[in-house]
């Protein structure tokens, strides 16, 4: 059997971060992780900026509510479940992504939990020092499912490397210069080429 693993942010959906930033216009919060390749120092920055502007976890929600998946994304997922066993690996949160996996048929997905204080602010979140997409990723090859990942940042580099096909989707020139070795792809027609052309 054939498995391809998606990051879910960039990829089927929009970086909700930016979407955070955008509509709060906190400018400290534009960053991801096509800019910080460190999660846990990505993190202390957002848990920072969120607290001193008074953002909490039902201000986000509300604004995840509103954002669409990105154009294409929904056929593209219906195309890709009919041929494969479809998983989304991602870094965000279940909090985050649960409420909008309907719009993708609710496919397998791997992500971490925030940890949200008495007062409705984000403080932590769960697991830490666990590479998630690589750990998901490597226990599919373990049950001798070959593989394709699709991710468009830093944190995705390690699953990209595992796995039997690493594709690199509409990725930053930083991290396309910096990762010369991955296939890179700018559309859904592209991906579907290059999936096709390795499962």
């Not at 609710?106 to 925030?114: F, G, V």
């Not at 990723?137 to 580099?157: C, P, Q, R």
């Not at 991290?175 to 991955?182: G, H, M, N, R």
Request: charged residues 35%; negative net charge; hydrophobic residues 40%.
């Amino acid at each position: 059997m054939k498995a391809v693993c998606l990051d879910f942010e960039s990829i089927l959906f929009p970086e909700i971060w930016e979407k955070v930033a955008e509509e709060t216009q906190i400018e400290e919060l534009n960053l991801t992780t096509r800019d910080v390749s460190d999660y846990q120092k990505l993190m202390d920055h957002r848990f920072k900026y969120l607290k001193e502007n008074e953002i909490k976890y039902e201000d986000i929600k509300d604004i995840i509510m509103d954002i669409r998946p990105l154009n294409g994304a929904k056929d593209f997922i219906n195309w890709l479940e009919k041929r494969y066993i479809v998983s989304i690996l991602t870094d965000s949160f279940y909090e985050f992504i649960f409420p909008v996996l309907d719009e993708f048929n609710r496919p397998m997905a791997y992500a971490r939990q925030l940890e949200i204080n008495d007062n409705g602010y984000l403080v932590d979140y769960k697991p830490k020092g666990i590479n998630i997409k690589l750990k998901a990723l490597n226990n599919f090859k373990e049950i001798n499912l070959e593989t394709i990942a699709v991710g468009d940042s830093y944190n995705d580099i390690e699953m990209l490397e595992a796995a039997d096909k690493g594709i690199i989707f509409r990725p930053s020139n930083k991290v396309k210069e910096d990762y010369p070795k991955f296939e890179t792809v700018q559309n859904y027609n592209e991906l579907k080429r290059v999936i096709k052309n390795n499962l």
